[in-house]
Structure formats: structure tokens, C-alpha cells
């Protein structure tokens, strides 16, 4: 096999082999956070609340979520927080009560850090918004990942794992790509099929980095599907 495409193999699949391992990452403290503290539920989603994806040592971090008053007159709502505090059953709450003039919008912010992880692990929070005409009552969890260094904040951590599969998904397609020139009728389908699935994986992780974790469970679903109908076509 011809050096360069057997590298670029290499690394295109570990480019989307760590691409999926990020998605799962992000996307697993979302799904654990969806069965935090639900004695509470309301028939609206605070879309805007975030984690952060990785939470280290170094630096600070916050659960963050707006809310905008879409009427044309002040109103005031109670909202209530709650984050684990080191054991899934144990959290610490907050309570406060937010006044928004008509059409202002507001970002509040909590403070997290690894002490807060349950089974030393995840952080999980949960936002609740009381009822207050005309806004109905609304909530959101969301997780965080905790990582215990102390050389590079979550967001470091996050930007250069993302980064490292991009750049070993574009090197390795760029050398595969090259040592298949010039493409025959057999190899253009299974690079062009690779190369669809990478693009999957990176929607998945984009997925699961906005907070969408139920679609990127379904697109990683939809890649193993398309991965094995691929295998059995071409090796079977």
C-alpha cells in the first residue's frame, strides 16, 4: 500500500475517531444533567442556558442563561438554580428575583468548579423560572465535565482537542485524497462516503457543543448505520 495513502488513513481515522469521542464527551453530561432534579417541569425550555463543555482547575467558570421580557410593560419572575454540590443528591440552590424593563434582556451567571462534580466527575445544574404573567413557567439542566488539571482551563482544554481532529481529518483526507489520484470508479464512492461521515461526526460535535445532545446522539446513530451498510457493501 502506497506510504502516503496508508497515512493519510491513519490519521483521517483517528481525526474521526476523536471527533466522536468529543461529541460523546460533550454530549454526556447534558444527558446525565436531563434527570437532575425534575420534581419541578415546566412546558418551556430556557434555550439559552449553557455550561461550560470542560471545567478544570485553572481558570473560572459559570453556568450562564439569559431571559428577555418580550412584552411592552416591566415584569419580575423568581428564578431558582440549583448545582450539584460534590454528590448527585446533595446541591446547593439559589433564588433570586429578576426585573426586566419591556424588551430587556438579562445574563445571569452562576459559579462552578470541580468540587461541585458529582461521582467526581459532572456538574450538573438546573434552572427554574416561576410563572409570572405573562411569561410561562420555564426550565433547563445542563452539565460540565470535570478534568482535574490545573495547566489548561476548559475552554483551552475544548478549543485544541477540537482543533486536533480538525487538523488530523484535513491532513490525512488532504494525503488520502492525493494518493488516490487519479480517483478510479471503485475508490470514489469510499473516500467520497469517508470523508460525508466526517462531516457527520463534526455536525455531532456541534451538535453536542450547543447543547442539542438528543440530535447529536442521532447523527452518531446515523453514522454507525451508514458505516455499516458501507462495510458490508464494499467488504462483503
Not at 48 to 56: A, D, E, G, Q
Request: with cysteine.
Amino acid at each position: 500500500m502506497n506510504l502516503y495513502r496508508l497515512t493519510g488513513i491513519a490519521l483521517f481515522l483517528a481525526g474521526l475517531l476523536l471527533s466522536f469521542v468529543l461529541a460523546g464527551i460533550f454530549f454526556w453530561p447534558d444527558m446525565e444533567a436531563s434527570l437532575f432534579d425534575t420534581s419541578l417541569r415546566a412546558e418551556k425550555s430556557i434555550d439559552s442556558m449553557r455550561c461550560p463543555l470542560i471545567i478544570t482547575e485553572a481558570g473560572d467558570a459559570a453556568v450562564r442563561a439569559s431571559f428577555t421580557n418580550p412584552v411592552d410593560r416591566p415584569v419580575d419572575f423568581l428564578v431558582r438554580t440549583r448545582i450539584t454540590d460534590g454528590y448527585v443528591t446533595l446541591f446547593r440552590e439559589y433564588r433570586e428575583v429578576v426585573e426586566l424593563a419591556a424588551g430587556e434582556t438579562r445574563t445571569l451567571s452562576w459559579p462552578v468548579a470541580p468540587a461541585d462534580a458529582a461521582y467526581d466527575r459532572i456538574v450538573l445544574a438546573r434552572i427554574y423560572s416561576f410563572r409570572s404573567f405573562p411569561m410561562p413557567a420555564m426550565d433547563a439542566a445542563c452539565g460540565s465535565l470535570v478534568i482535574h488539571t490545573s495547566i489548561l482551563t476548559g475552554g483551552q482544554l475544548v478549543a485544541a482537542a477540537i482543533g486536533a481532529s480538525w487538523l488530523l481529518l484535513l491532513t490525512g483526507g488532504f494525503l488520502w485524497w492525493r494518493a488516490e489520484q487519479p480517483l478510479s470508479a471503485r475508490r470514489r464512492p469510499i473516500l467520497y462516503a469517508a470523508f460525508a461521515v466526517a462531516i457527520v461526526g463534526q455536525l455531532a460535535m456541534g451538535a453536542a457543543i450547543i447543547g442539542s445532545w438528543g440530535v447529536g446522539v442521532l447523527l452518531i446513530l446515523l453514522t454507525i448505520i451508514v458505516v455499516v451498510a458501507l462495510a458490508e457493501h464494499f467488504l462483503l
